[in-house]
């Protein structure tokens, strides 16, 4: 596969091999800042129809390659089609975000946390969609593949929906560790197969997730996060692998130690200080604050310039340090795409 | 005033004295966890009409006293008291939080961020709040007074109301920042004039909470809110002051440099790695995870006792990382702060 693509850029820098500029893509950039997006969704009955229906997930998964000439396409989902594949089904509410009807309390609910099914064939949409994308990408460039990391998954599982301490999901680490493990043991089992199914339909790369690891103390992510992160690692060995831990500044230099290619940083982390953690044996990826994007041409051009010239290694991919937020100008995210092809390497 | 305590622990650790044990108390210990605090609750009109009552105020305050038998209380108020008296009404939403009918968007807006009042008249329940508490507390313990830092009210005086990224907030840093530092130098001159006032009207001890400090990068909190930080530092030098800056991890070695004799840690952050960075010049404050509290009793108390074996310094003040939540056992509360009481420093 990676022969036919004729921009790999993004995996030459994920594998630390030589490249001529830094590549650029953003998280979240199928979906949400683009109108052409806009224009399907609201043909749509909402979310869900769009992430389970091959075609449409394909369609705005192409339109930032197209659109935004983005160095990498991101397959368009979202990590809770992996809880719902085992067993707990989500909806995804307006203005509440997610909302899960059944969650796991006891023992006896991990009857909704299967483990023993065909990912083939419940998350079959998603890898039809990944099918569908490199035929419409035609090697353009590379597909990326993601998953949520098992703490993440785990607190959606438990708790149901967002929250800003999850304080539920923190409880049952006290409260039923044997439980709690039990649990994260098969968000890992399920995690591998589908990030490794993902691969097998054609992803060029993937990335997990933990959205939720700043919310736990460095112990705590050491004995219930990192653990699932080396399985998956260990698991993940025919495409790069990107793991993203926001807000884990304490735990960064563990995850460096896991067999991965990549790790993303969020806005609120230095790279020069953690360049200097992990030396140049892994690809940093990130971390332009997405409220950068709110400036004027001239300002995103300007601390997007600053971001670069604080990386001291070739082995970056540039991103945002977080998701782009709905209502950035695309034009904005142009500017931060074209700084980002014009500038040349120093090492 | 002082002198007329008869336990002034909490005091003593904070300016770096002598002390026989360390002291301890909880963020949020006045409401949410105790019934007496729900009987007194729920024979009124909502969460302002106990804000705004001096004397059932100074009920809850001293409630914790009483019942759980900490070293200190903490008025029983809320950090948004000081954008309503700058003009900005909140309501107390049951299920959603707080909330701001109107917010500042531009110039015009800074109409509803006032800074020539008399805090004394507009803020006045809680200076009589304090009053009432002091003279029911008779001496037993200090009494502390709180505000919320300048960046965090910020977040609401733009926002309206909570949220995740407080994107809204962050957006103005970069497309206004003369604005952000104009409301930002608002905020912090009634905010120094509200907690002289509280100190006057008998606060032994003050504390500001900077709860958003996490979703700033390092840069833009040394800008957007460090110099607000230091003018408080600055004015306040009649009591001890604790600073809480909620996520700033890498900030905290520039909170240690101001003029403060606490630093609160949340329970991410390491004692002993922070202990490090400032040596012995100031007080740690924290920072047993709340979620800890939901452990067994024997569970609590060998958290506690590892806690407490991590400090290298007698200059602590015990508590939680964050505020107690809701739905924790008082009875488990108990137990943190006995043994607190029953543990001997080794310095």
Redesign the interface.
């Known amino acids: 596969m990676k022969n036919t693509l004729q921009n790999d850029l993004v995996l030459r820098a994920a594998r630390g091999e030589n490249i001529e500029r830094y590549p650029v893509w953003l998280m979240r950039q199928a979906g949400r800042i683009l109108p052409e997006y806009r224009a399907v969704r609201s043909s749509l009955s909402g979310f869900k129809e769009l992430v389970e229906t091959p075609r449409f997930a394909a369609e705005v998964t192409v339109q930032p390659v197209d659109i935004l000439g983005v160095d990498a396409a991101i397959i368009f989902s979202d990590i809770l089609v992996v809880p719902e594949a085992m067993g707990l089904e989500y909806q995804m509410l307006e203005s509440k975000g997610p909302w899960f009807e059944k969650t796991i309390k006891t023992e006896e609910d991990l009857k909704y946390a299967e483990v023993d099914f065909d990912v083939e064939d419940r998350l079959g949409y998603v890898l039809e969609a990944i099918k569908l994308t490199n035929q419409e990408l035609n090697g353009r460039v590379p597909l990326i593949g993601f998953a949520g990391a098992p703490w993440t998954i785990f607190c959606y599982m438990i708790e149901g929906h ?1 929250s ?2 999850f ?1 539920e999901s ?2 049952m ?3 039923n560790p044997v439980l709690a493990h039990n649990l994260m043991d098969r968000i890992t089992k399920v995690t591998i197969k589908y990030l490794q199914a993902q691969i097998k339909a054609g992803a060029h790369m993937v990335q997990v997730f933990d959205s939720w690891a ?5 112990e ?1 992510y050491a004995t219930f996060s990192m653990p699932y992160l080396k399985q998956i690692a260990d698991a993940i060995q025919e495409v790069p692998l990107t793991i993203f831990s926001k ?1 884990a ?2 735990s960064l230099e563990d995850i460096a130690n896991l067999d991965c290619n990549t790790i993303g940083l969020d ?2 982390m ?1 790279i020069p ?1 953690f360049r200097k953690v992990i030396g140049d044996k892994r690809t940093i990826q990130g971390n332009l ?4 994007l ?2 004027t041409h001239d ?1 995103v051009k300007k601390l997007t310039n600053k971001l670069l010239d604080s990386f001291t290694s070739k082995r970056h991919i540039v991103n945002l ?2 998701g782009v ?1 709905p209502d950035v100008d695309p034009e904005k995210v142009k500017t931060f795409i074209q700084t980002v092809k014009d500038y040349a390497i120093k090492y």
């Open positions: 967002g800003k301490t304080s923190r409880k680490l006290y409260t700043g919310i736990l103390g460095t705590q807000g500044m304490s806005w609120n230095d200080e604050d997405p409220c950068a709110y400036s300002e340090g977080h937020y």
